[in-house]
């Protein structure tokens, strides 16, 4: 048990509609990291909240976009969504944003498009 | 991106050791070698990590070599509950973001 938690905990979306996802971080962090795995493969980073800022992004388009509010929860908005959303999304919460930290896992959001 | 390179599966008899290898070749000096496992639909867990020292926690035991180009995550005495997709990263290889490989999935059987 992390103390990181997501919702929902599975969503059905079709194709070119808007879906958000939230996260709640672990008590006492405030960093956030979103991360999408796709079948079979390990979790590709999205992009890392730190301080309510985005602190830095991976390789995807700008319809992914984020959130960070004043208690450190995360907001994960895709729009225009495609097939190739389909995956498992996955926010980690961390304390302070640096390289050499743990990161706290949620069990994810199950997110499928049709 | 990733900097690591482990074998795509193992097997494992339930109450031996598990032996994951982890090459990082290219390791530089200051960044640290994180192992974290990730049972089926859930989210990836931290086990351990370590820098120059053999490290031992209450889940498992890393030993890294003196020239810290691999390392080895040992799961004492497996149980089925063991089976999962272990991950081997080096955090500092992304900077602010920890990049993961597509790691060892460890089957362990009865």
């Known amino acids: 048990e992390t103390g990181v938690t997501q919702s929902p905990t599975h969503l059905i979306k079709t194709r070119g509609q808007q879906v958000t996802l939230r996260c709640s971080s672990q008590?006492?962090?405030?960093?956030v990291s979103w991360y999408q795995q796709a079948l079979g493969q390990g979790p590709q980073f999205i992009f890392q909240y730190y301080r309510e800022e985005e602190n830095g992004r991976g390789n995807f388009p700008p319809r992914f976009s984020g959130l960070q509010f004043p208690n450190y929860s995360s907001e994960l908005n895709v729009n225009a969504l495609e097939l190739d959303d389909s995956a498992l999304y996955l926010c980690?919460?961390?304390?302070?944003?640096?390289?050499?930290?743990?990161?706290?896992f949620g069990s994810g959001t199950q997110l499928s498009v049709l | 991106d990733a900097k690591t390179t482990q074998p795509p599966s193992m097997d494992c008899a339930e109450g031996r050791a598990a032996n994951l290898p982890c090459n990082h070749s290219t390791i530089s000096g200051n960044e640290y070698v994180y192992w974290y496992r990730q049972i089926h639909s859930q989210g990836p867990q931290y086990i351990i990590h370590?820098?120059?020292n053999n490290e031992t926690n209450e889940m498992a035991s890393l030993i890294i070599t003196e020239d810290r180009k691999s390392s080895t995550l040992i799961l004492p005495h497996a149980t089925l509950r063991d089976t999962a997709v272990y991950y081997c990263?080096?955090?500092?290889?992304?900077?602010?973001?920890?990049?993961f490989g597509a790691g060892t999935r460890l089957f362990v059987k009865a």
């Open positions: 008590s006492g962090h405030n960093t």
């Open positions: 990263i080096l955090p500092y290889t992304g900077g602010f973001k920890t990049i």
């Open positions: 980690a919460s961390s304390g302070t944003g640096a390289t050499n930290e743990k990161l706290f």
């Open positions: 370590g820098l120059k």
